[in-house]
Structures are given as structure tokens and as C-alpha cells.
């Protein structure tokens, strides 16, 4: 029905909210690498779902000097650790798989977790 179909958008919405939030912090600060400690999340969408979660980011600081796909190298190998810290934030039995992409940049910068 609609009805469940609002709730589980909702759900969704929610649960993108919170994922935003929680690679926001472990970006800001837990991680100890500058490129992507200069990053911040603009906006998680479902992709196509809430098992499969599109992760866009941008710099904090305007960085004419960022190689977006050395970026996306670094977020590729902190996957790992930022699927982890999303696992322990939500109340889920499956933490959802996180695909990156980073703006202002080319949009070829998104690239999929394959775990």
C-alpha cells in the first residue's frame, strides 16, 4: 500500500540522514588522512535502495589542487573502516554498501564498493 510505501521512505530518508551524519564525523576527524579529512558529505541517496547507498562529497574548502580520483582511491580503502563506523550508528541487521562520488569534479569520480 502507500501507506507502507511513505513509511519505508521515510525510513529511508532516515537512514540516509544518519549515515550522512556518522561519515561526516568519522571523516572530520577519525580518519588520519588530510584528503579525505577535507572532505564532506552533501548528500546520501538510495541507490537504487537503502541496501545501496550513493555517498556524494565535496571539499570543505574550495582545493583546485584536489585529484579527485586519488580521492576516491583513499575513500575506496577507508571503505572498510566508514561501512564499520555506519554499522555501529544504525539499527540495522546489514549495514548498507557504500558507493563514492565527489564533486566538483568529473561525475566519472563514483566508484562502487564491492564488499
Not at 580521492?71 to 571503505?79: E, G, T
Not at 566508514?82 to 544504525?90: G, K, N, S, Y
Not at 540495522?92 to 561525475?107: D, E, H, N, V, Y
Request: charged content about 25%; some cysteine; aromatic content about 0%.
Amino acid at each position: 500500500s502507500s501507506h507502507d510505501r511513505s513509511k519505508q521512505d521515510h525510513k529511508t530518508t532516515q537512514l540516509c540522514r544518519q549515515v550522512a551524519r556518522t561519515l561526516d564525523m568519522v571523516l572530520g576527524g577519525e580518519l588520519c588522512d588530510p584528503v579525505l579529512n577535507g572532505l564532506i558529505v552533501s548528500e546520501v541517496i538510495p541507490a537504487p535502495n537503502a541496501s545501496h547507498l550513493l555517498v556524494r562529497l565535496t571539499p570543505s574548502v574550495r582545493d583546485e589542487n584536489l585529484d579527485v580520483t586519488e580521492a576516491v582511491a583513499r575513500l575506496i580503502l577507508a571503505s572498510g573502516q566508514l561501512r564499520t563506523a555506519v554499522a555501529q550508528a544504525i539499527t540495522r541487521k546489514r549495514a548498507p554498501r557504500l558507493s563514492f562520488q565527489i564533486s566538483p569534479g568529473p561525475l566519472d569520480g563514483g566508484v562502487d564498493d564491492k564488499r
